[in-house]
């Protein structure tokens, strides 16, 4: 069974983004999607994160497809099995990197694992307030707190943004092994072709269609 299923997406504004659309995603698999600014990669993450309901198409999450979901049952599925990253860290800026942490675990009921903190390099500067963090310090508490509630599938989108390249090479890489260790999977949306590349699977998001390209 795939984690994530997608058939015949379309999506449209004031101007179609994209239409016909499939993907989908099992376990211990990383989905790269890239293309230029202004393609649609960011609405589409954001319809198979179930964000957004797209236009035209199904999508089916761990068996059942989401239209067929009722509100509680896909709250649930949200809270507990999505781990969204987002280049806007959206941490709550009245607390401290570890007390956003706390949220995290309060809410899955998993602990926060101090191996993470340090393979974020983040544990000398948790106990600070968010305001206090620097903007890569910040991402890598975002990434903390979403895989603190061991998520299924990781919708990650520009998540390197604010990091130079060796720490985002880093990030990466902890994304791959957490999948591979979680039996979970990762839909990655960057405009950065070397990062795209790590994936399993590369997709590119061009003239309304998504093309395999690796």
Known sequence: M??????????????DLFEGVCLSLDKKESIAIIGISGSGKSTLLHALSTLLKPNYGEIVLFGKEISKMKKK???LIKRN????VFQSHYLFKGFSGYENLEVSEILSQEPIDEELLRR?????????KVTELSGGQQQ???IARVLTK??????ADEPTGNLDHETAT???????EYCETNDAGMILVTHDNDLAHMCKKVYKLEDKELKRIK
Not at 81 to 84: C, D, V
Not at 150 to 155: G, H, L, M, R
Not at 170 to 176: D, K, N, R
Request: proline share 2%.
């Open 81 to 84: 099995k999505l781990g969204m």
């Open 150 to 155: 061991k998520p299924s599938i990781i919708f």
């Open 73 to 75: 049952e896909l709250a």
């Open 120 to 128: 974020l390099d983040i544990e000398h500067c948790i106990g600070q």
């Open 140 to 142: 890598r508490v975002s």
């Open 170 to 176: 880093q990030v990466m890489s902890l994304f791959f």
């Open 2 to 15: 795939n984690l994530l299923s997608a058939k015949n997406l379309s999506h449209s504004f004031d101007y």
